[in-house]
């Protein structure tokens, strides 16, 4: 099922024939670096087996496939949180190397919040960024993301210490 498209970007859910690319685009140091440890690496055809069988048994399903000119290009997740922050979602993504820096991850947050906004009752969009990682920042600011903190020395990814730049949009206030 297609959930959201603008032009060359559609958002749907996953098929099989995603496994091999999911798994060659996702075993990518460059890509792990910035995610968390859940993220295996090395990122095997199993890993992507067992994440697609994961996100079908899941209902509401909370990953997306993000396709390109027809191509599987990469995952996009939306997370409504739980108990008092319900209507809060965590968002994350990756998009394979070959895909970088064409746009395409502009248009697929832009279409998650979209959904998120207009589709689920979630209000509030947020995650939070490795320091070093410039490029996810500034797609979340082409996106309208506003930069509301910084953590500290919160990560430790692969034995070193790295502060969280944590990012939010809000819901437009409909006039
Ligand atoms: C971060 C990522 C999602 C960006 O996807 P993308 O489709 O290339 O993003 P876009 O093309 O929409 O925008 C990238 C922007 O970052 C900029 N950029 C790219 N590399 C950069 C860098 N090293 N430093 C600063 N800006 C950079 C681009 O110039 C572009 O901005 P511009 O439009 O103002 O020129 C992709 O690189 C990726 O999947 N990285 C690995 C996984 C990851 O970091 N996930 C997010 C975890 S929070």
Redesign the pocket.
């Known amino acids: 099922m297609i959930i959201a498209q603008n032009g060359d970007v559609i958002l749907r859910d996953f098929w099989e024939s995603d496994i091999p690319k999911l798994a060659e685009y996702a075993d990518n140091e ?2 792990s670096v ?2 968390t440890d859940a993220f295996p690496h090395p990122y095997t055809v199993e890993d992507a087996k067992k994440f697609i069988e994961m996100v079908n048994a899941q209902n509401p399903k909370t990953f997306f496939a993000i396709e390109y000119k027809g191509q599987y290009a ?1 995952n996009i997740s939306l997370m409504p949180k739980t108990d008092v922050y319900r209507n809060t979602a965590e968002i ?6 070959p ?11 832009n279409l998650i919040c979209d959904f998120g906004f207009n589709k689920l009752s979630v209000v509030r969009i947020q ?4 320091e070093f ?7 979340l600011e ?1 996106c309208g993301f506003t930069k509301e903190a910084v953590f500290e020395k919160a990560i430790t990814k692969n034995g070193i210490i790295y502060s969280e730049i944590r990012y939010a949009k809000v819901k437009p206030v409909e006039l």
């Open positions: 460059k890509i910035n995610l990469g994350g993504y990756f998009i394979g190397e895909f970088w820096n064409k746009g395409i991850m502009t248009k697929a947050v995650t939070g960024i490795f990682n410039n490029a996810s920042q500034r797609v082409k």
